[in-house]
């Protein structure tokens, strides 16, 4: 496979840059720019969206997907941040801050689109440890080759090599791609850029828990804004337990009601019970994700 995942350098910024607007210029954010920006505009961002690459944060970690093929030309970048302790609100509230203005972006629209991105990573992750995947940006020429997956599992597996939650905005375009990879949504970030000469764009929040394969931030709470992934784990904790309890008193009522002392005792009659019981406890764990985390 010609494709390969590498750190990013600071020679590849602004082949990122320039990647990344291709990225988004046909998407529902394509109002962010005016028109694409100048060579002098992609020097800006280069040294404004990689300022923590080139001043070595420990947080934050750059990642490129390249392809063996064509030079090793990256066809897709990724930023993840990893925040292993509690921060104070004044710590992560300065980190919402946008890149530097260049003459061709509609400050406006971007400044209203951030907005809504900011609160709900405020709202739902607060102050404690997670791995943020910030920006991942495919070259639409390479879209369904795997680059996305590969950057993404950085991440995924940092988080449970961590045991920390792992968190995302995605476009809707990106949602099957995080869908894929343990990610579920938690909540949609609406922007009506009409007056900006755009549309509805619909940003979806998603999350996942590290080592477990079924997501607990789940769609359940989508459109809650007071909604953490506290309270999924909470709630679907809550669940599991009564719902287990209850399958499990039905199902040897069930037996009680046509096996004797005599008969439980035999080979044949532990097999009924644990056909009766196993399909049971799988069907209501089936049933609480039905109910309580349904899309």
Known sequence: ????????????????????????????????WRSEPSAASYSILAKSRGRELLEHSPRAHFFKVVDTELDNKPVAVAKWRIYNKERSEEEVK????LPAQTPE???????????????????????????????LSTHPDHHRRGAGTMLVKWGTD?????????????????????????????????????EFG????????????????????????VGNDKATSKDVLDC?????????????????????????????SSQKCAHRHASILVPSVIGSTIYIDSILFQH
């Not at 300065?94 to 801050?97: D, I, L, N």
């Not at 940092?158 to 909540?187: F, I, T």
């Not at 755009?198 to 359940?220: C, E, K, P, Y």
Request: glycine residues 6%; negative net charge; contains cysteine.
């Open 1 to 32: 496979m010609p494709l390969e995942v590498h750190p990013l350098q600071p020679e590849d910024l602004e082949a990122w840059v320039r990647l990344h607007y291709l990225a988004f210029k046909t998407t529902t954010v394509a109002c962010l």
């Open 94 to 97: 300065s980190e919402f801050t």
């Open 105 to 135: 972006e509609c400050r406006a629209a971007r400044e209203k689109f951030m907005a809504g991105i900011f609160k709900a990573r405020w709202d739902i992750m607060g102050t404690r440890p997670y791995v943020l995947l910030d920006i």
């Open 158 to 194: 940092k988080a449970d090599e961590l045991g920390l939650e792992s968190y995302l905005e995605g476009s809707s375009q990106g949602r099957p791609l995080y869908e894929r990879n343990g990610y579920q949504p938690v909540r949609e970030v609406k922007s009506d850029f009409s």
């Open 198 to 221: 755009g549309g509805l764009d619909v940003h979806m929040v998603s999350g996942a828990l590290s080592n477990i394969n079924s997501s607990l931030l789940t769609s359940a709470l």
């Open 236 to 264: 679907r904790d809550l669940g599991y337990r009564l719902l287990f309890s209850f399958t499990v008193l039905q199902t040897f009522l069930v037996l009680n009601s046509y096996c004797t002392r005599e008969t439980c």
